[in-house]
Nanobody, 124 residues
Framework: QVHLVESGGGLVQAGGSLRLSCPAS????????MGWFRQPPGKGRVFAAA????????KYADSVKGRFTISSDYAKNTVYLQMNSPKPEDTAVYYC?????????????????WGQGTQVTVSS
């Protein structure tokens, strides 16, 4: 069983910055990949970013490319999402997820473990 717990969400002004963290129980890195997804109010869950355990490969949704950065700390079993210059449309519940294979993909169905989510609200 893998346990993921997101933290770092909250209220941020547009143009500010916020960093989300997602530590994982156990040593789940290795041949895995991690992803961040988000669910805006009244909408479905969508892909934001993904990274391989080594940090060598990343993938971003066009909507966050150039503003958000995903990173991982193998020693701490933690994946991060640095959100710079957030916009009101980035308001959502943010989830981290683990993929059992070490390839970065955007499909939610390709991830097998999920955290409970953390709310991010961007004010204009």
């Amino acid at each position: 069983q893998v346990h993921l717990v997101e933290s770092g969400g909250g209220l941020v002004q547009a143009g500010g910055s916020l960093r989300l963290s997602c530590p994982a129980s156990g040593r789940i890195f290795g041949s895995y990949a991690m992803g961040w997804f988000r669910q805006p109010p009244g909408k479905g869950r969508v892909f934001a970013a993904a990274i391989t355990w080594s940090g060598s490969n990343t993938k971003y949704a066009d909507s966050v490319k150039g503003r958000f950065t995903i990173s991982s700390d193998y020693a701490k079993n933690t994946v991060y999402l640095q959100m710079n210059s957030p916009k009101p449309e980035d308001t959502a519940v943010y989830y981290c997820a683990r993929r059992r294979l070490s390839t970065v993909v955007a499909g939610a169905g390709d991830y097998d473990y999920w955290g409970q989510g953390t709310q991010v609200t961007v004010s204009s």
